[in-house]
């Protein structure tokens, strides 16, 4: 499965942005497609995930009630709408995929290249 991330850019403080994972070369709705994100000089971290069936979701609880990711099986796309975002959003986001819905990054077996977000004050 290839992964390419999509959408990132520099927002003000309390601004929304979308990014975008297009997935191929796989069977992509048998995937759970994480995102994690990596600022200057720390370490990946979680942000969200969604299962490869069904409605499960979950949030780092740093962005809980601010983001929101979403899939399309049938365009091989996965989203994460970011609302409100702060400073501290500031990073590279990754997308992800692997075989079950985990905040590990180790339970991902598939990564894009990731995009940068910037958020100013």
């Known amino acids: 499965v290839q992964l390419q991330a999509s959408g990132g850019g520099l927002v003000q403080a309390g601004g929304s942005l979308r990014l975008s994972c297009a997935a191929s070369g796989g069977t992509f709705s048998r995937y759970a497609v994480g995102w994690f994100r990596q600022a200057p000089g720390k370490e990946r971290e979680f942000v969200a995930t969604?299962?490869?069936?069904?409605?499960?979701?979950y949030y780092a609880e740093s962005v809980k009630g601010r983001f929101t990711i979403s899939r399309d099986n049938a365009k091989n796309t996965v989203t994460l709408q970011m609302n409100n975002l702060k400073p501290e959003d500031t990073a590279v986001y990754y997308c992800?995929?692997?075989?079950?819905?985990?905040?590990?990054?180790?339970?991902?077996?598939?990564w894009g290249q990731g995009t940068l977000v910037t958020v100013s004050s």
């Open positions: 992800a995929a692997g075989r079950s819905v985990a905040t590990l990054i180790r339970s991902y077996d598939y």
């Open positions: 969604s299962a490869w069936i069904g409605s499960g979701t």
